[in-house]
Structure formats: C-alpha cells, structure tokens
C-alpha cells in the first residue's frame, strides 16, 4: 500500500499506524483519566467535571451495572440522551465495564426504538426523563430489564441543576407522563455504585464495543458492529492526521452535533479526549441563537460540524462577532461541503473549514484533508493511515485514476459486519476486505478523493446522470437562497426530473427568478423542473438533508 501522495500533503502523517499501544477504548479512557486527572474534560451548561472527576463517576456507574445489576461482559446497554455531562459518563462507564453501547437517537419514534432495542438485545437502557413516555410505550415488548434515568440538569452544579430540572419539567412541559415503577435514577446509581470498587473490565481487539445503528431515519436501521479494533484504530488514525496541527497542546473544541452519532463520538469525544482536551457540549444545536450565545463564553480551538451547521451559524448576524483569534481547526464531514458556505466561513472565521469523509459502518474516519491545507479544494481528503481507497464500478472491480465509480474503503477500522445480517454485510463487504459505501467518487493522479455524490440518490434525467449535490450546491450561490434540497421523481417523458426544495433567505425570491438563475450555470436536463419553497427542510440528529423525506413529501405536490 504505497501512498507517494500522503506526506507530500501532511507533514509528519505516517503511511501506517500500531494498533499494539491499546488494547481497547477502555484502555484510552484509563489512559487519559490517570494522564490527564486535574485537567477540565467536559463542559456543559457552565458545570465542568475534570477527567478525574469523570473516572470517579464512571467507577460508580459501571460498578452499579456491573456488580448491582449483575450485567454480563458483552451485555448491550443502550444509551438515549443527547449532549449532556451524562453521556460521556453512561457511555465510558458501559465501555469500561466491558459492555456494548448502543447508542439511540432521541428523536427516534416508538416504533423505530422497538425495533432497535430488540435488534440488539439491549437488557438496559440510559435515558433523559424527556424520552420516558417513548419508552413506555414499547418495554413490555423489548427484552430491557434494566431502566437508569437521569433529569437533564442532573450533573450541573446547584442550584442550577434544580432550576433547570424544575423549568424543563413544570414551566416547559418538556416531560410527558410515563409509568416506568422498576427504574432507578442516575443519581441513584451514582451512589450505590460507590459501594464498590471498581476495576475496568479487560477487553480485546475483537470484543465489540459499539453497536451503531445507521439508517433508522431512511429507513430500517441497521447496527453496524464496531469492534475496539476498529474503535481505537480510527482514533490513532485520526491522531496522527491531526498531530502537527495541535503539537501536543490542549484546547477546547465545541461539540455541537450529538455525540450518539459516531463521527462527533470518534472525532470529538474520543480523540480528543486521548490529547486531553475539553469537550464543550451543545445540548440543542438547532437553537442556533442560544449556540452563539454559549459560544460567546467560551475561548475555542475547534469545532466540528455539518454543512448544514456552518450554513446556519454564518447566517446568524451574532456569530460573524465572535473571536476567531484563538480558532485552528474547522472539521466538517457527514455530508458535503457547499464551496460557498467553505469561502463564507475562511472569510468570517480566517480557518479553512477542512473536510473529511466517513460513514457510520468505518468508525467512521476514512479521508482527510491535509490539516494544512490554505483554501477549500472541493475535496474529500486523502486516504488516511492504513487505509486504501479503491473507486469501483457496479462489478466490485477497480477503475483507473479519473473514472468515476463508487467509493470503497478497506482498512482496520471498517466494522465487522451488520448485527445479525449476513446478507446485507456480504453485500457491502467483499471476501478480501473492501467496505462498498455507495457513493460516488473519483480519484486524481495526487490521491485526492472527490465525492460526486450518492449513488442512491443519482437522478436519471433522459438517459444523463444528474447529482443532486451539484444542484444543491450551485442554487445555493444564488444570495436568496438559505437552504436547498435537491431530489428527482418519475417523468413520464424524461424518466426522471429535478426537483428542488428551497428555504428563502429573499422573501421576494420567485420560482421564476431562481429557474433563470439556474439558465445562467446549468445544462438544460440539470435544471429542476420543479421548485418548491418550504418553510424548513427534514433532517436527520446531525442536521443532515433528508432526501428520501423530501422525495416522499413532495414528489406528488401541486401548487
């Protein structure tokens, strides 16, 4: 695997990694807990608990699951919370007591926690007083034993913790009514886990640390089995792209989208816990005035987000007043970056915003861009260390340098398959290694990837391909466009056509104003045929468009 390319882009990047450093996340966990003891850890709501503090807490918890519930090594337990001082707490002390996290989206409905929580197996479940109601509905179908539950302001310091408890409860209603007798609060599992001592639970290379279910919005999830191999190969990967840029300092990195999804839970929660850095928590990253607002309080040396996000933040008059001063790093992956939502924050922050790529099923880091790299590319990045990336077409064979096909990753850090889906894993993994992504991309002759777009979502417009991103990205240029969705539907004469679903930014913005713009940088077939103005776009826990929820809402809209 030779990858002339990788340091004449990244200094001091290594083509390889050793995975003989750690044996386990829970192995980087104690590393940083004993390394890093009177160092802040996580913030959130003005409360910060130290990586002391944050071991203290997690003994009593996994010794609660472990020697009070009597868990079993490998006992799923699931964890239902968003950014919170909780979850970092729930999710070390599940790893280091030798259990598998399955991570849940809050914002899942009854039907896809059911079968989530019976997919895996899940005996326990770690969840917000707010999402009670949700799981009441389904337990009696489920094989959970075991219910903790936290309020939200459980882990901040008095009396904010009660006010905000009070508030969420009986000022906001933000609790409905549930009936669950048998369950125990955090705090209460705090304290009768203190009884005990504890030791972290040894675990392997092989020993599954994750079950990350992927495409619960889009459909029925699936929960890609992420071992600590993978787990701990993903952050050395990651921590060797990033190495120079920090050279060994600690910051503070604002974690805004949820940590249940794994690129913040990898690239914020994980590997900068392993450099002792400080997570700041964002609770509720869609309230973009009261992000800015808390961003305000804070001196910050990176952020990871999605494009959505950046979008959202450089349309907000308050954020362009912040100070970028201190700002190094910008991380941006989970879905395409617009290149003039990447100029916009170069202009207002002074930092290239950096891309990366990865999905759920390769923990997910899989390209990079250089850490040092001056301007936006449009690129996905290069092949990070111990990683191949192959550009396949429909046939799983290899295509040459400039040909597009889909991306294909092969490296430690892809995932073992899919829990309890044979089929659907001998699907997306070939016999000698290769994760096929299902998306689309081309490579050129200095290792950099481009991604075209997914190839689920390809339009076919009279026998042309059309990728909704260069849509997307092109309508958003337009200055009264917010915020843009592109997908196609049947047509009887084209077989397919464009359709886009656009928020204005110009109240005055019209269906035809838009369709002329598109005339002046658009092929013909490439222009939508429809356009629709909505209020908001769907999008997933990480503020990513949904396109199979705008194709299901407006392929049959009439004006």
Not at 412 to 441: C, F, K, N
């Amino acid at each position: 695997m030779q990858k002339p390319w990788l340091n004449s882009y990244s200094k001091g990047v290594p083509e390889n990694i050793s995975l003989d450093e750690f044996n386990s996340v829970a192995d980087i966990i104690d590393n940083s807990i004993k390394n890093y003891a009177d160092h802040p850890a996580f913030s959130n709501f003005g409360t910060v608990i130290t990586y002391r503090q944050l071991g203290n807490y997690t003994d009593q918890l996994a010794a609660y699951l472990k020697d009070e519930l009597g868990l079993a090594k490998g006992a799923r337990v699931a964890i239902m919370m968003p950014n919170l001082l909780q979850y970092p707490i729930a999710i070390f002390a599940v790893l280091r007591a030798g259990f598998v996290v399955v991570n849940t989206n809050p914002l899942y409905t009854a039907r896809e926690l059911k079968h989530q929580m019976n997919d895996s197996g899940a005996e326990a479940i770690i969840l917000v007083e707010n999402f009670c109601s949700l799981l009441a509905e389904i337990i009696d179908d489920t094989s959970i034993k075991h219910v903790i539950i936290t309020q939200l302001g459980d882990m901040l310091k008095f009396p904010k913790s009660d006010i905000m408890n009070l508030v969420s409860k009986h000022v906001k209603k933000m609790v409905p009514a549930y009936h669950l007798p048998d369950a125990t609060s955090f705090k209460k599992a705090l304290k009768r886990g203190s009884r005990h001592h504890f030791v972290t639970v040894k675990t392997e290379h092989h020993d599954i640390a994750l079950l990350q279910y992927t495409g619960g919005t889009t459909g029925v999830s699936k929960g890609a089995i992420l071992t600590n191999k993978n787990l701990v190969a993903n952050i050395l990967q990651c921590s060797a792209w990033i190495a120079d840029s920090i050279q060994g300092n600690k910051g503070t990195i604002i974690t805004a989208l949820p940590l249940y999804h794994i690129f913040s839970l990898t690239a914020n929660c994980l590997l900068l816990m392993k450099h002792g850095w400080l997570n700041y928590l964002i609770t509720n990253p869609r309230d973009l005035q009261g992000m800015v607002k808390e961003l305000k309080k804070v001196r910050f040396e990176a952020i990871t987000g999605v494009n959505t996000l950046f979008n959202g933040l450089l349309n907000n008059p308050e954020f362009k007043k912040l100070d970028f001063s201190h700002l190094k790093m910008s991380l941006s992956g989970g879905m395409p970056v617009h290149s003039l939502v990447a100029e916009k924050w170069k202009a207002v922050t002074g930092v290239t915003l950096i891309e990366a790529y990865g999905l759920t099923e390769s923990s997910p880091a899989a390209c990079m861009n250089p850490m040092e790299l001056e301007s936006f590319n449009g690129m996905i990045g290069l092949p990070i260390s111990s990683t191949e990336i192959s550009i396949q077409d429909d046939l799983w064979n290899a295509l040459g340098i400039g040909q597009i096909g889909e991306i294909c990753i092969r490296g430690p850090q892809v995932m073992r398959g899919y829990w309890q889906r044979p089929e659907e894993s001998a699907g997306v993994l070939s016999d000698d290694g290769w994760l096929h992504t299902g998306d689309i991309g081309i490579m050129d002759e200095k290792g950099f990837i481009k991604i075209v777009d997914r190839k689920k979502d390809m339009i076919l417009v009279s026998g042309f391909n059309v990728f909704p991103n260069e849509i997307e990205s092109f309508i958003l240029e337009h200055p009264g466009v917010e915020e843009v969705g592109v997908f196609g539907k049947s047509d009887e004469k084209t077989g397919e056509s464009v359709v886009a679903v656009v928020v204005k930014k110009d109240t005055s913005l019209t269906e035809h104003d838009l369709k002329a713009f598109c005339h002046t940088g658009l092929t013909n077939y490439k222009i939508p045929k429809q356009i629709i103005f909505a209020d908001e776009l769907p999008k997933s826990n990480v503020s990513k468009i949904l396109r199979r929820e705008l194709r299901d809402k407006y392929s049959n809209y009439h004006k």
